[in-house]
T-cell receptor, first 111, second 114 residues
């Protein structure tokens, strides 16, 4: 079945540093979504991407939909302590609306 | 904005009993709802896709007789875990898909079976 490979698995950075994480797949996706999940909560949408090559920003977050439609990255600039959490990429294939989630990247920020 | 209410947020039940989890889209009609399961430190795994008025479509390996899904209206889907066992303890999350607006996730239900 379809799988997403998300990396890195975890990151421990200093406040103010930039962060980058990515997802790759052998399958093509029509939609790429990036979510953040806090402990005991459901995922919250950060950025949605719908076109190959699309580059979208949301505050300090920037994400791109890879031109091959098989990958996406998320960058966080000037990290702050509240950026701590687990970040998931998710790929959608269209007709069924189903999303496939990456394994997650756990981000820890040291003040 | 689009809000999805999931209830209860936490439930503890005895082994062998059934538990019902509700997922409601509060301010929109959802064409499709999805149910996910998440074990500690793992990703979300899709269990089933639910469309109003029709039978749910289950992912491979998910027992449809154990995880009963009812999608009674465009704003409500329920997941019932029947004859729960300790291995069913997990974090269950629903999501609602609204045409042209995308996905909204519920806040999840922590199920503990003792």
């Amino acid at each position: 079945g379809q799988q997403l490979n998300q990396s890195p698995q975890s990151m421990f950075i200093q406040e103010g540093e930039d962060v980058s994480m990515n997802c790759t797949s052998s399958s093509i996706f029509n939609t790429w979504l990036w979510y953040k999940q806090d402990p005991g909560e459901g995922p919250v949408l950060l950025i949605a991407l719908y076109k190959a090559g699309e580059l979208t920003s949301n505050g300090r977050l920037t994400a791109q939909f890879g031109i091959t439609r098989k990958d996406s990255f998320l960058n966080i600039s000037a990290s702050i302590p509240s950026d701590v959490g687990i970040y998931f990429c998710a790929g959608g294939t269209g007709n069924t609306g189903k999303l496939i989630f990456g394994q997650g990247t756990t981000l820890q920020v040291k003040p | 904005g689009a809000v999805v209410s999931q209830h209860p947020s936490r439930v503890i039940c005895k082994s062998g009993t059934s538990v019902k989890i509700e997922c409601r889209s509060l301010d929109f009609q959802a064409t499709t709802m999805f149910w996910y399961r998440q074990f500690p430190k793992q990703s979300l795994m899709l269990m089933a896709t639910s469309n109003e008025g029709s039978k749910a479509t289950y992912e491979q390996g998910v027992e449809k007789d154990k995880f009963l899904i009812n999608h009674a209206s465009l704003t409500l889907s329920t997941l019932t875990v029947t004859s729960a066992h300790p291995e069913d303890s997990s974090f269950y999350i629903c999501s609602a898909l609204r045409a042209n607006y995308g996905y909204t996730f519920g806040s999840g239900t922590r199920l503990t079976v003792v």
